[in-house]
């Protein structure tokens, strides 16, 4: 385990259907990061929480929205998806706010659309 | 926004042998550039990381270098072993909240 827990690891949704992704860390960290990971492509970055306040938005469909309750958990809520949203969902977090910029990374949440 | 490029996309290497991936980026500004290891089922873990007022950073095998006025940086492994079998990704960053921007990743395969 790397400090950084997803949950769930693999998840099958629906078009219509709504869920949520988890990640908590255990780190003592400042900043949280949602990616999402597609076969071919870079690592995208979907937002970025620092101090618990979105910093980043990055052009994301509002069919994602973040959730960032405290400094430890960050939520990413799906609904109404598409198959190409299907991807890994990789969340990560740093103490970027206080000037070290190394992640930590979970294991990932692996989506599939049907 | 920044961009980087990673080559090659996939580098098959003899056991034993050096390994060197390569990296451009497209804003002057970026002054962070970590380094990533992701294996099967698992979330990239950061291996190296330096920034921009150094040159050169080495941790055992593991060698990176930056060329700040042609705006690359390689990272190389000596001597390889089986376990360095992964995919790795460089990144760049101009630093304080803003997240990383990863390179499409390189296909590590080590031959026995």
């Known amino acids: 385990e790397t400090g950084v827990t997803q949950t769930p690891r693999h998840l099958v949704m629906g078009m219509t259907n709504k869920k949520s992704l988890k990640c908590e860390q255990h780190l003592g960290h400042n900043a949280m990061y949602w990616y999402k990971q597609s076969a071919k492509k870079p690592l995208e970055l979907m937002f970025v929480?620092?101090?618990?306040?979105?910093?980043e938005n990055n052009s994301v469909p509002s069919r994602f929205s973040p959730e960032c309750p405290n400094s430890s958990h960050l939520f990413l809520h799906l609904h109404t998806l598409q198959p190409e949203d299907s991807a890994l969902y990789l969340c990560a977090s740093s103490q970027a706010a206080t000037g070290d910029y190394g992640y930590t990374f979970g294991s990932g949440t692996r989506l599939t659309v049907v | 926004g920044e961009n980087v490029e990673q080559h090659p996309s996939t580098l098959s290497v003899q056991e034993g042998d050096s390994a060197v991936i390569k990296c451009t980026y497209s804003d002057s500004a970026s002054n962070y550039f970590p380094w990533y290891k992701q294996e099967l089922g698992k979330g990239p873990q950061l291996i190296i990381d330096?920034?921009?007022?150094?040159g050169e950073k080495k941790d055992q095998r593991i060698a990176v270098t930056l060329n700040k006025t042609a705006k690359h940086f390689s990272l190389h492994i000596t001597e390889t072993q089986p376990e360095d079998s992964a995919v790795y990704f460089c990144?760049?960053?101009?630093?304080?909240?803003?997240?990383?921007?990863f390179g499409k990743g390189t296909h590590l395969i080590i031959q026995p």
């Open positions: 929480y620092s101090l618990e306040e979105r910093v």
């Open positions: 990144a760049a960053s101009e630093g304080g909240a803003d997240g990383l921007t």
């Open positions: 330096f920034r921009s007022n150094v």
